[in-house]
């Protein structure tokens, strides 16, 4: 069972700041994946790999060779705030 | 001795000494201009997937072979969501339960008793941004706002976690010697404490001696020398100890190493548990190291420490001590191989390594790789000493100048005019006049007192302004004395 609580907590680790018509909202939602969920996990899986990946690939890799990197401009274009070359953030904590 | 056991296990981070960075091909070496060496997929951007950088697999199976760690056949990336301006994807790739490695162990040498460290795992994941907090105080809290540069996140990281098996700061002090050392041998990391590219955080807690259920444990962090890790769980030890003889209880908590200050003190970023909601990473696929590739490794691993400190005790009979200080770091004993590659007699070598080198590298606050003189340029020196062109006083000025200047040897010696005086003519008459114009001395050295004539070897030595072999001197006085 989700309830509120859980919704919240959610929320809080994705920063999103929730209504509360949206808690309520969510909150049965989220409950009706997880009923689905359930079902699922009533299947015996004791014989199957976990699936991290459905593609059939592995070992996919780049020799270790230096590509030119955006210009500090480019690199800093979309920053809604900066200071001289850095990326200003609120105060952490 | 307490009534408490002390319980640490160490979190090892070392960023990898690839070219490029883990994920793509930005620049990774250290420094720049802040955000020069980014691009859409370290900086997060939409729409990008990670390539993952061959070299930086090959390394981390380096070290995990290098600690008898079993490289696992199957192992997968997870991301780690949080939010933190350092990361700006927001998550960072690591691995989680299936992790490149897992056991393992590193055996270290404490006061001459072999003690086994074990290794739990050895993961790989990306270095984060660095965050510079702008407030007069510097410490984070009471800062203004932060500015964050990207230029390290995305490099290439290896994570390795021991067992809680330490017993004492000492022990994981040289643990973590013997490991940055393992790791520059292995040409893994630069292994440098002070400008991050090695990184340690211990857990720390205390149990009645003979319990075995763990306490209630501290994260310290911060510690960035070996200095400061020392001092640190030294501090952490001392803290826990009092808490809990006083009936108190230690916290849960992560605590900062403040240096200056000499204490650890409580950080606020655990107000909440992390909840880090680990998932597979779906833009990229499993990691399966076939045989070929771990053998090719493994062929092709460079000498371990502990290989390199048999050979130079065998092929060079140096005493452990010389043995010890000359390979605590890989520059070092690769200078001292070099210098006996030029023709240096390996005990001249060490000695000046040891002594006067070390003594300069100390004083100036400088790592072998910053000094200018070269092994050829030591090897030569050693040579004026070892024909008798120069003294071992005045080479310790010559060589003063060459760590100073760089300058050859034999060029020092030429513009000084500061050879040796090796004319006994010449030594004969000084050795004359001190006589004659010490006849107290004299009368005191035939009348036994032995260190009258210590006294008139270093008169000779002053006439010739340190230019004379003292040995010689020596002798020839001591000639002249009971000669008359």
């Known amino acids: ?93 | 001795m307490s009534e408490y056991e002390v319980v640490i296990g160490l979190e090892i981070h070392a960023e990898l000494k690839t070219k490029s960075k883990m994920f793509c091909g930005c620049d990774a070496s250290f420094g720049g201009e802040p955000n020069s060496k980014t691009d859409p997929v370290c900086l997060g951007l939409p729409g990008v997937l990670p390539v993952l950088n061959r070299k930086a697999i090959e390394l981390a199976i380096r070290l995990a072979i290098a600690l008898d760690s079993e490289i696992a056949p199957n192992s997968i990336f997870h991301r780690k969501n949080y939010f933190y301006p350092d990361m700006p994807k927001n998550y960072q790739i690591s691995q989680y339960d299936l992790p490149l490695a897992i056991g393992g162990h590193l055996d270290i040498d404490v006061g001459g008793e072999p003690f086994r460290v074990g290794i739990t795992r050895v993961h790989m994941e990306e270095d984060t941004g660095k965050s510079v907090h702008a407030s007069e105080s510097g410490r984070i809290h009471g800062a203004e706002y932060s500015l964050e540069d990207f230029n390290r996140a995305g490099v290439p990281l290896v994570e390795i976690v021991t067992e809680p098996d330490v017993r004492t700061a000492e022990q994981a002090r040289i643990f973590m010697q013997e490991l940055r050392s393992i790791l520059q041998h292995l040409e893994v990391s630069d292994g440098k404490m002070e400008e991050g590219s090695l990184r340690c955080d211990a857990n720390i807690s205390l149990r009645p001696r003979g319990e075995s259920e763990m306490g209630v444990k501290t994260e310290v962090k911060n510690m960035n020398s070996f200095r400061a890790l020392s001092r640190a769980l030294e501090y952490e030890i001392v803290r826990q100890t009092d808490l809990l003889e006083s009936g108190g209880k230690v916290v849960q908590e992560t605590r900062h190493w403040d240096a200056d200050g000499n204490v650890t003190t409580p950080m606020r970023t655990k107000e909440y548990a992390f909840d880090y909601r680990y998932f597979p990473e779906p833009d990229l696929v499993p990691l399966e190291p076939s045989l070929e590739f771990l053998d090719e490794v493994r062929t092709a691993l460079p000498e371990l420490p502990q290989e390199r400190r048999r050979r130079f005790q065998e092929d060079y009979s140096l005493p452990a001590y010389d043995v010890g200080l000359l390979t605590a770091s890989k520059a070092m004993g690769d200078f001292f191989e070099e210098t006996v590659r030029a023709g240096a007699p390996p005990k001249a070598a060490s000695n000046w390594m040891m002594g006067e080198l070390s003594a300069y590298m100390n004083a100036m606050n400088l790592e072998i790789e910053d000094i200018i003189v070269s092994p050829r340029q030591l090897a030569k020196m050693i040579e004026l000493v070892e024909t008798g062109v120069i003294s071992g006083k005045i080479a310790k000025s010559v060589f003063e100048e060459m760590l100073r200047g760089g300058k050859d040897p034999d060029e020092i010696v030429k513009e000084q005019g500061i050879t040796q005086i090796s004319d006994s003519q010449e030594l004969e008459r000084l050795i004359a006049e001190v006589i004659k114009e010490n006849p107290e001395s004299v009368d005191d050295y035939r009348g036994g007192k032995e260190k009258a004539l210590g006294f008139m070897v270093g008169q000779v030595m002053r006439k010739t302004g340190g230019r004379a072999n003292p040995q010689l001197v020596n002798e020839m006085l001591k000639r002249s004395l009971e000669g008359e």
């Open chain 1, 1 to 93: 069972m989700i309830d509120r609580k859980d919704v919240e907590y959610v929320a809080w680790l994705a920063r999103l700041d929730l209504s509360e018509e949206e808690k309520e909202r969510f909150t049965r939602q989220l409950d009706n994946v997880l009923e689905h969920a359930q079902k699922i996990k009533s299947l015996d899986t004791s014989e199957v790999e976990p699936t991290p990946h459905v593609l059939p690939l592995k070992n996919v890799m780049r020799d270790d060779e230096i590509k030119p990197s955006l210009s500090q401009e480019e690199a800093l274009s979309n920053a809604p705030h900066r200071e001289g070359a850095y990326f200003v953030v609120p105060r952490i904590l």
